[in-house]
């Protein structure tokens, strides 16, 4: 068995307190794989069974040596304390109107999911709608999806359990709080868009096998047409295609109900846009815009075309007017052409645009006319993330978040016709952001891309080389890191640390042609500006390699992986989260098929086999290397990123690992990827990874 140490009962944060432990014994296996001449072995594949005895009785002893690992860390009691009485303030999302009330979404501080409201005047008393809470004894449960029909008469509704991506939908009376008897089985990645109050739209794939739900390969993504007061089996199949199991297929309606939109996708960029005319007697889609080149997506139509959102021709983004009589490209009218900035999204309300940019990574919202007569330049309440601009029907006013790093979210009304802001609901959280500061800086890569960096400490900060900094980054999939309020990282900053978030390539802070800059054969250069923004916080004084722990989730977990294996010498600890790391074999299992896209296929390709080889972070542990202290975190319900990955990675790590930092596994349990994760659990998991990086870091509480 491979050795570790372990904390021992009275400790103190020094080398000489450990004593020994040992990890779970792993087998290893004789098996290997051939891709295009090169033998790659695999031995932990059996840990890819997540049903089989032996991997659980591997999960078992792994969350005993991590359990008794934490417990002994001494200020950990004080950590989940200090963690309750900063998550413990009412939270509540803006109000947004459908139909004659205002519903909005409220916790009062601790509740493990939060209850929809609703209220027929702002200033009148709420009225509990949906509680969440009540569909399980310990918030495993979660809401997913809320639509509400055309009159707001109904609400449709998902729930998820466990964290799981599987969904089934129910219909709810608001009026009486009755739920109605329709029941939807096995959505997975989909919307409900309704057809007045009569039914809706949803996506599901057929009926998978109980014993492999959450790991087999999902095929066959169907487009539904459900009838309310009617069955399951009755549903309307309205688009699929048999002949490309592997693409992804979303629908709904335009807000008038004028258009039928379909959403083809063959992996996670790259959509075709398919539109029906419903006054038109044809049941057959005409082809809007053509896949998979570029990215798309209907914003709402203005009578008989359709306004889209669009890359073609255009990396940073602009708003195109289509006929679908004529759609094709040279036919098209620019409403809103490409900006510098990126454009994120379009809100709309009645005939105004509300275009939300993306300048160095924080928000910028431009209002227009829906003809692209620009009218003004929404001033927000400083530099951060703002959203929510948009609404059902034309409204007089609207209502925003906004939030940074340092400022937790408060919501403001936007009049329209004057472009006024006044603030409707301040945060209640117990913190006074002036004594925290965040600054964006700027560095150049290994190629010499500039990199922003924000960074969020308390003020009066010295720069002597030796704060603990916490380095988080994503870098793919077209996913912007933009400013935020987080309680879990903000106790961070509270015990002085730095809390850093670097927006890497890959993500969609510049665009698209930021996007390609890190995705595919290029994956290297993410990983280049993670390890290239470590080096500058250490050369500007910021802190030193013993005092670096880095964190990110899923693609983020990869980073980490990647980062910890390319520059072991850098970082202290590692916190990865859910990552992908077997980078030969993610396409195998769920919907990782669609991640060919980002990353390539091993199996069909030697160039991509040679790419993801060379950055796979389980096929780059290596012996005799002293990696950093690790606490790798998954979740048995995860069926986006499979645990699988994590398994092999821990198993490796511990096989490897030449020093006595910990090459630990957090695996939890009636959990997922995060989404829906419940308050007692979220806490639960950041007293337990602060913890262990506070302690690895020399920090003490």
Known sequence: MKKIFLLAAVVVCTASAFSQLHYPETKRDEVKDDYFGTSVFDPYRWLEDDNSESTKEWV??????TNSYLEQIPFRPKIKDRLSDLWNYPKESAPGKKGSYYYFWKNNGLQNQSVLYRKSDLDGKAQQVLDPNILSDDGTVALNITSFSKSGKYIAYSVAGSGSDWNEAYVLDPATGKKLKDKIYWIKFSGLSWNGDEGFYYSRYPQPDESSKLSKQNQNHKLYYHKL??????????????????????????KSGRFLVINVSEGTSGTELLVRDTKSKSKSFITLVPG????ASVIDN??????????VDAPNYK???IDPARPQKENWRTIIPEQKEVLQSVGISGDQLFATYLKDASSMVVQYHNTGKKIRVVELPGIGTASGFGTDAPEPELFYTFTSYSVPPAIYKYTVATGKSTLYKASEANINSDEFETKQVFFNSKDGTKIPVFLTYKKGLKLDGNNPVMLYGYGGFNIPMTPGFSVANFFFIEEGGIYAVVNLRGGSEYGEEWHKAGMLHNKQNVFDDFIGAAEFL?????????RIAIRGGSNGGLLVGACMTQRPDLFAVAIPQVGVMDMLRFHRF??????ASEYGNAEKSAEDFKNLFAYSPLHNLKEGVCYPATLITTADHDDRVVP???????AQLQAVQSCNNPALIRIESKAGHGAGKPTSKQIEEAADIWSFVMFHLGMKM
């Open 60 to 65: 078992r002893g792994q969350n005993e040596v």
């Open 538 to 546: 250490i050369k500007e004084g910021y802190t030193n390699s013993k």
């Open 319 to 321: 708003v195109v007017l």
């Open 302 to 311: 203005m009578d008989d075309k359709l306004l889209v959102r669009t890359n």
């Open 644 to 650: 699988a990955h994590s398994f092999k990675f821990a």
């Open 292 to 295: 998979f080149a570029n990215e």
């Open 229 to 254: 007061g009617t069955s399951q089996k009755d549903d309307m199949l309205i688009y699929e295609d048999p002949k490309h199991p592997l693409r992804s297929i979303g629908g709904g309606l335009t």
């Open 590 to 595: 769920t919907i990782g098929w669609a991640w």
